[in-house]
């Protein structure tokens, strides 16, 4: 046992610090090799929350975890904080925007979580996302074909590389200038409804991915029922029969991502309408036979707010900013890393300073943009430092599991979620994907 960890820690690092795509991929097929070999199986929640729109079971919220650095360390801490809260349902997701300002393609990140798992001895189905698929609005009406391939493109590489869950986000496009609501939402479901007949068409043999569908883009107004059932039905109506169409649907109820920052870098009180949240739940289970409402841009909510989640009937939560903040902020993070990257910013991040934002708003929304040029150095801070911070995290990691009361349902996600060994087939039409950095968090 003493060297395998040491062997693991090797991939995983030479995989983290090469550039070179053909080395990241041969060392991504050891991980995952391994990974079969120790019965971890990259899956789909699909099933999983289909039960829950059927009401088979209730009570908790699923998190669903953005690792925007330290992905090793971190993704060690959460598979070691499942393994004594005895969880199964709870997603490693990284956005379309993520790939890009951390420098963490598909191929890495889906290697790299299952490395976390091989280390840490856990077994079983993991659940690797894809967040925020999303359109540009801007782009999209200026040439919708393209920006509807460009999307597919990315897709594609994520579910060859092991991402079986797929969110959708073409909420982007809702035309709020428009009086009536269905009109409103019509490009987003038929966008919504285009992509998944996509992704039915290259998923894997013998798995459904679970896809995702959004109705109101975060930080924008809050959602309401008509939003939602103009978006089902107009969607149910565009969808090809007999195709599986997403298994949740994701909302606005106050929330906006990073949280609205203050001129001295806390974070403002946000209002969360946890009632719309929970007849929006209600709605899509009973009307619409899905798992429920997703809530986006959570982890900078205050802590006394995260048990009304699941007492409010979420299916899912989405928690980014708030562990990027962690390592930022932790005092094992080397003072004179985090004074060159700010200075980095300065130049390199200029265009995005704002009139009048103080130099604590400033870094604070955009350190992100940081954490992909800065990689390969935080990734080679002593490992010793790493520890302190992942342990720092750890903590917050085993409070929002409980809150969220993701515990003790390891045995339900055994017996909804089927493990398949997938053989990726290479697409003859792939194209290369350019991971951008543009969209939502």
């Not at 395998?4 to 550039?19: G, N, R, Y």
């Not at 650095?69 to 956005?95: C, H, P, V, W």
């Not at 609005?137 to 869950?165: C, P, T």
Request: aromatic content about 8%; glycine content about 6%; some cysteine.
């Amino acid at each position: 046992m003493g060297r395998q960890p040491l062997k693991i820690d090797k991939i995983v690092m030479d995989l983290i610090l090469t550039d070179d795509l053909s080395s990241k991929k041969k060392l991504a097929k050891k991980i995952t090799d391994l990974a079969y070999k120790k019965g971890i199986y990259s899956s789909s929640i699909h099933e999983l929350y289909i039960a829950r729109g059927k009401k088979e079971f209730e009570g908790f919220t699923v998190p669903a975890m953005n690792l925007r650095s330290m992905t090793y360390d971190l993704a060690r801490a959460i598979f070691r904080t499942a393994k004594q809260n005895n969880s199964g349902a709870f997603i490693f997701e990284i956005a379309k925007s993520e790939m890009g300002y951390t420098a963490q393609p598909p191929v890495e990140y889906t290697a790299v979580i299952l490395a976390a798992a091989i280390r840490e001895e856990y077994s079983g189905p993991v659940f690797i996302q894809a967040d925020h698929c999303q359109l540009n609005a801007k782009k999209f009406q200026e040439n919708a074909d393209k920006e509807i391939e460009a999307l597919q493109n990315m897709i594609a590489d994520s579910i060859a590389e092991g991402f079986y869950n797929i969110d959708i986000d073409s909420s982007t496009l809702v035309d709020l200038s428009k009086e009536d609501i269905k009109k409103q939402q019509k490009d987003n479901y038929e966008v919504c409804a285009k992509l998944t007949q996509f992704i039915r068409r290259i998923e894997p043999k013998g798995v459904t991915v679970s896809v995702g569908g959004e109705i109101g883009e975060v930080g924008h107004q809050n959602s309401t029922p008509e939003d939602l059932r103009a978006f089902m039905e107009g969607y149910q109506e565009r969808l090809r029969k007999g195709l599986v169409g997403i298994s949740k649907i994701s909302v606005q109820t106050g929330t906006s991502h990073g949280g609205v920052v203050k001129a001295d870098g806390s974070i403002a009180e946000v209002k969360l309408d946890f009632g719309t949240l929970n007849i929006l739940s209600g709605i899509a289970q009973k009307e619409f036979s899905i798992g429920g409402a997703v809530q986006h841009g959570a982890s900078t909510l205050p802590e006394e707010m995260f048990h009304k989640f699941p007492e409010n009937n979420t299916l899912e939560v989405h928690l980014a900013t708030g562990f990027q903040n962690m390592m930022f902020d932790s005092k094992y993070f080397p003072a004179d890393l985090k004074n060159r990257i700010y200075e980095w910013l300065k130049i390199n991040a200029a265009s995005e300073r704002k009139e009048g934002e103080t130099d604590d708003q400033f870094f604070y929304k955009a350190r992100k943009k940081a954490l992909g040029p800065f990689k390969k150095e935080i990734m080679s801070l002593p490992q010793e430092l790493r520890d302190k911070i992942a342990a720092e995290i750890q903590a917050k990691f085993d409070f929002l599991f409980k809150q969220l009361n993701a515990v003790n349902n390891r045995a339900l996600v055994d017996k909804y979620v089927t493990l398949k060994r997938v053989i990726t087939r290479k697409r003859e039409s792939a194209a290369a994907v350019v991971h951008d950095g543009e969209g939502a968090d």
